[in-house]
């Protein structure tokens, strides 16, 4: 007889230990609760039911946090902002033109939207990367138009607009825009923008996504209208493969709503090896009959759905494009004047610290300065100026300067020996560089923070000083040493 291993009669020995603990457990259980009834029995029924509520209660809350601790908590979803009405980004142009930013663009997109409005034409875009076939497709679906066809990528570069008269006489403009990914990303800006100004987007591929297409497609089923994926070139598959290559496309844009998968053959030329019987070879160049029918008939059922519901659509993204454009040139001009107001009060502060007459009389003017910067870079963001948070701001940025004062001056003293024949310097000289170098960093990083948080933060604005003071030191301590230089020279020069 063999023996039995010792880690199965060590399993063994568990499980009968395991089972009679919960046996006592559970016998211990009833016990308790048969005589927590026979008490029950013997007090007044109220008596009886406050304790049976206390006791679900306290069950209750227990399974409650339990399961509160078990289960992970669902992540907040965001709720989608609506897009902004005309009315919306009429009055935020109003109010840039006002602060003096240049709206010309956005003013033109505007413009655009009404002219199209009047003419009453559907406007469909098509998209896709380069060499998809979509000037192929305009031929096929317009054989008068003039499109230059090529076997090179990316042969189409400007944006061509061609009118086509559907088989229900709808006045249609079909827009050929340029191939994605190409000049480096501003062809790709281009398409997208027509792409928000269109009825319907045309998204035309040869075949299964790549991720790049997918990442294309993705954003603009986020436009929110009538969309067409055109699968183009469906003369390269057998039957077997079409059915799979469509099934794959169907997938990419499931649960989207408003979009139609359709395959076609835009024409074109092929290339064939033509062998004789006495074992000749010829290459033939056979044209390619089109079969864009299919196509054809998805845009017309995207018309013939509701007109009305297209134009709105079509509304609604131009003014997302244009409230994105509005705050783009509102970005822009904030970093200009931002820039200048941090050169100007740079200037000062160099200024200010040689002309201070009595030791400290340059701390009272630098202090000045300094609630004048944040108040005036406020004023340009449109945020509030809290007195606490600039003096609180000034203070922390203070004592990281307390403690690098020593190392900036050392800057500052090598920044003049770029300039020979100085002499000794007088310690306001370099206190003006130091102070042009902390003035400057103070302004980069309070308009940095403003610009990607909207209000003003003491504590990661005072990160962002301690990081820009020690960027480029040398250069800069050159910069406002000549600064200092031409106000001494000016200085002395004056009568």
């Known amino acids: 007889m063999r023996s039995v291993p010792i880690f199965r009669a060590a399993l063994a020995i568990a499980v009968v230990v395991g089972v009679a603990a919960l046996l006592s457990a559970l016998l211990a259980l009833t016990d308790w609760i048969f005589r927590v009834l026979d008490h029950l029995h013997s007090v007044s029924p109220w008596l009886a039911l406050l304790y049976a509520v206390v006791l679900l209660a306290l069950v209750g809350g227990g399974a409650w946090i339990v399961w509160r601790v078990l289960v992970p908590k669902k992540a907040a979803t965001s709720t989608p902002q609506p897009p902004p009405t005309q009315e919306e980004v009429e009055r935020r142009i109003a109010h840039g033109e006002e602060l003096g930013v240049d709206l010309s663009v956005v003013r033109q997109e505007l413009a655009e939207l009404k002219n199209r409005r009047a003419t009453g034409e559907v406007h469909i875009a098509l998209f896709g990367e380069i060499s998809t076939g979509k000037s192929s497709l305009v031929r096929a679906l317009l054989p008068q138009a003039e499109v230059d066809v090529s076997v090179r990528g990316g042969t189409t570069r400007d944006v061509i607009r061609h009118v086509w008269l559907s088989t229900a006489h709808d006045r249609l403009i079909l827009t050929d825009m340029p191939g994605l990914n190409e000049a480096s990303g501003e062809l790709d800006t281009m398409a997208r923008e027509e792409a928000m100004r269109s009825h319907v987007v045309v998204y035309v591929c040869d075949g299964d996504l790549t991720r790049d297409q997918y990442r294309e497609l993705q954003a603009l089923i986020a436009l929110n209208k009538p969309m067409v994926l055109v699968l183009n070139k469906m003369d390269q598959y057998t039957s077997e493969e079409l059915q799979l290559v469509r099934g794959r496309l169907l997938e990419r844009v499931e649960g989207s709503a408003r979009i139609d998968v359709v395959a076609i053959t835009a024409g074109g030329t092929q290339e064939i090896l033509r062998v004789f019987p006495d074992g000749r070879e010829e290459r033939v160049i056979r044209e390619l009959s089109p079969q864009v029918a299919p196509l054809a008939d998805a845009l017309q059922r995207c018309i013939d759905s509701d007109l009305s519901t297209l134009e709105q659509l079509r509304d609604s993204t131009v003014f997302v494009l244009a409230a994105r454009k509005l705050d783009e040139a509102l970005t822009a001009h904030r970093r ?6 941090v050169g100007q009060y740079a200037r000062k502060a160099v200024v200010g610290a040689i002309a201070a007459v009595a030791p400290g009389t340059d701390l009272l003017i630098q202090g000045y300065l300094g609630i004048s910067l944040l108040k005036e870079m406020c004023a340009l963001y449109e945020v509030p100026a809290r007195q606490m948070d600039l003096q609180r701001l000034l203070e922390q940025s203070g004592r990281h300067v ?15 020996k770029a300039f020979p024949g100085l002499g000794t310097l007088a310690g306001g000289m370099l206190h003006a560089v130091a ?4 003035f400057d960093s103070l302004g980069k990083a309070v308009s940095q923070t403003l610009e990607t948080r909207g209000e003003l933060q003491p504590a990661p604005a005072v990160l962002l000083f301690e990081e820009k003071l020690g960027e480029d030191l040398e250069s800069r301590a050159r910069k406002f040493a000549r600064m200092a230089l031409t106000r001494q020279v000016s200085h002395r020069d004056e009568p």
């Open 435 to 438: 102070y042009g170098l902390i």
């Open 402 to 416: 307390a403690k690098t004062l020593p190392i900036m001056l050392a800057v500052a003293g090598n920044g003049f």
């Open 336 to 341: 200009t004047k931002a820039d200048e107001l």
